[in-house]
């Protein structure tokens, strides 16, 4: 299993990139900067911050290690985990004081100054409740909150309703005014709200130019929360925004940003929008698409990830793949041959998930329902993963790579023809899609193939040249651990109480069937043709056919409905002629379907000479 978490670990040689924005703010020299990390869901946007906070860490060299030297204070803002719980604009200004704050303190110097600037953000914290009485009085504002309430009363009052109760009220609303607006007053006289917010700004700046470092600002998942949380923080940053010192990394799909600039700003064109966007990130950096090599290497990682090979083993392997993925542009691949040059003793059951991995990139990569998108890789990874192990907690015997096919067209195919294809499993005799063998036959031979609807899809036929082939598969026990999208509705299923209790006792006991005859007869045709279905599965397992007890079951089968002969004839015809024993003769010779079978025998060259002698001889 893996975890959707953001890495510091580079699996999709995302470092280069990482480093050019470290080298960025490096260069900006103090002056304010601000990036944006675009990219659509999943892509590694998070990872993405995480490498570049590492780059500008590891910009340092030894000096990170020296005490009081860091060049950067970094602060993470994750804008979702506040959306419901506080106002996005007022917690990112004030974990950024706080964050300078306790740097501040523990560096010993700048003490006076944070404080004041944690001061000034009580008063934004204020600010922010302009629409409360206690906080326009607190400022110097209409009181609109308590105006309410006072109003309320002089109303009462005027309207002859005096009584102690009102009394009361105008009393304690008067001492509430006095205790809630004095809490909120700051020691120093507030002037008017565009002055305090350039005294704030002048704070930051101050405490970061005393204490000589760049507040590096990391904003990550803005496009998970709803408009009004997006909008707030943005405001936030732009009360931030070219502050000397600071540079805001800012990750989030673009598109989602400028789809809640548009829904907050209603009637606002789209040519706003756009501006609106670009004045707030300078440099705008786009997390690049996936190819198939990218692909292949990032679940091979991820399969060396969760391997038992040591730390630096693996550490080896994954700095190998991002060399290499930075040559693919001149024809280098990343598959399993290049990662068993950089280790030759890789553990086979590793080789066999590489292996399944180098398949499987080109699919993922073009896949409309994951698009190369490693989140959505990681989960289909982990999908594999836990029905592998349903499998072996239940027992069942299931192919990896078989399972996988199959998961991947459940995620990624038709669900119409996803469903033909279970049904296609639980109606045969074995559990082989039939339907698949012939087109996967001419797809592989890169023949033309027009198929039915709902499978005339062209992902269908990328997935049917995939290995392994499944046309001649046992697909049970695959679809029994996946019926969680897809019921598995076998044929038993859809017998009725004495019909299923017939099977039973046929399957137990076969050589006892004569005696159910008349039971089986009143039961109704279809049911008759469920309970053959499983008389000829189990048949099939039978590798001599002379007088075997399954052969009384089908034959009594067979007389209760003379269609089923028909149905025992032509697997009788189907087994090799090798299996064939004199003994079937005189037990079928009876029965009017055996004349065809008999005819088949004597023409087939594979026949022994005893079982022809005892035909010829039975028709004489």
């Not at 911050?49 to 993470?76: M, P």
């Not at 005096?162 to 809630?180: C, F, H, L, P, Y």
Request: charge should be negative; include cysteine; hydrophobic fraction near 40%.
């Amino acid at each position: 299993m893996w975890t959707d978490n953001e890495t510091e670990q580079d699996f999709l040689n995302f470092g280069s990139v990482a480093k050019t924005v470290a080298e960025i703010i490096g260069q900006a020299q103090s002056r304010p900067i601000s990036i944006g990390v675009s990219g659509a869901w999943g892509v590694g946007k998070s990872s993405m911050i995480k490498l570049i906070q590492r780059e500008l860490r590891e910009s340092l060299g030894d000096k990170a290690l020296v005490a009081n030297s860091n060049k950067y204070i970094f602060v993470e803002f994750n804008a979702w985990l506040y959306q419901g719980y506080d106002d996005a604009r007022a917690a990112l200004i004030e974990v950024v004081a706080s964050t300078l704050a306790k740097e501040a303190e523990n560096r010993g110097s700048c003490v006076e100054k944070a404080s004041v600037l944690l001061d000034r953000v009580n008063w934004f914290r204020a600010i922010k409740l302009t629409s409360s009485s206690v906080a326009s009085i607190a400022l110097g504002l209409a009181p609109t909150g308590l105006l309410g309430e006072i109003l309320g009363i002089g109303k009462s009052i005027y309207n002859g309703k005096v009584n102690q109760e009102a009394i009361d009220s105008a009393e304690k609303t008067a001492e509430e005014i006095g205790e809630r607006a004095t809490g909120l007053i700051l020691p120093k006289k507030v002037t008017t709200p565009p002055k305090e917010i350039e005294a704030l700004r002048q704070s930051f700046e101050d405490v970061l130019q005393e204490m000589g470092v760049t507040l590096v600002v990391l904003i990550d998942d803005l496009d998970r929360c709803l408009p009004e949380t997006t909008i707030s923080t943005l405001e936030a940053i732009r009360l931030l925004l070219f502050l000397k010192h600071t540079a805001f990394v800012i990750a989030a799909d673009d598109q989602m940003i400028k789809h809640a600039v548009k829904r907050h700003f209603q009637g606002v064109e789209d040519e706003l929008v756009t501006n609106y966007f670009d004045k707030l990130i300078q440099v705008p950096i786009r997390v690049p698409p996936l190819g198939t090599q990218e692909v292949r290497a990032y679940m091979m990682l991820l399969y060396i990830e969760n391997s038992s090979l040591d730390t630096d083993q693996k550490e080896v392997l994954r700095a190998g793949v991002c060399q290499q993925l930075s040559k693919t542009w001149q024809g280098k691949r990343v598959d399993l041959k290049f990662l068993q040059g950089l280790n030759g003793k890789l553990p086979d059951e590793l080789v066999t998930r590489l292996d399944a991995a180098d398949r499987l990139a080109p699919l993922m990569t073009s896949a409309t329902g994951i698009l190369g998108n490693p989140r959505l890789i990681k989960r289909f990874l982990n999908a594999l993963y836990i029905r592998m192990a349903m499998a072996k907690a239940q027992g069942v015997g299931v192919e990896e790579t078989e399972l996988a096919k199959i998961l991947l067209f459940e995620r990624c195919g038709n669900p119409k023809a996803y469903s033909e294809l279970v049904k296609a499993v639980t109606e045969s005799d074995d559990g082989k899609p039939v339907l698949l063998h012939e087109w996967e036959q001419k797809v592989r031979a890169g023949n033309d193939l027009e198929l039915p609807s709902p499978w005339n899809e062209p992902f269908t036929i990328e997935w049917l040249k995939l290995p392994p082939q499944l046309g001649g598969c046992d697909l049970r026990g695959a679809l029994y651990v996946s019926r969680e999208h897809a019921p598995l509705i076998t044929p038993e299923d859809r017998l009725s109480p004495e019909a299923a209790e017939l099977l039973e006792g046929f399957l137990e006991h076969p050589d006892m069937a004569s005696s159910m005859k008349s039971q089986l007869g009143a039961l109704p045709r279809p049911e008759i043709s469920v309970i053959m279905d499983r008389m000829l599965a189990r048949a099939r397992q039978e590798q001599e056919w002379g007088t075997p007890q399954i052969l009384d079951a089908c034959i009594t089968v067979a007389q209760v409905d003379s269609t089923q002969g028909q149905r025992l004839a032509g697997f009788l015809k189907e087994r090799p002629g090798a299996q064939i024993k004199a003994s079937i003769v005189p037990k079928i010779g009876d029965e009017l379907w055996a004349k065809n079978v008999f005819d088949l025998w004597l023409a087939d060259e594979d026949v022994s000479e005893p079982v022809k002698k005892a035909i010829k001889t039975r028709r004489r």
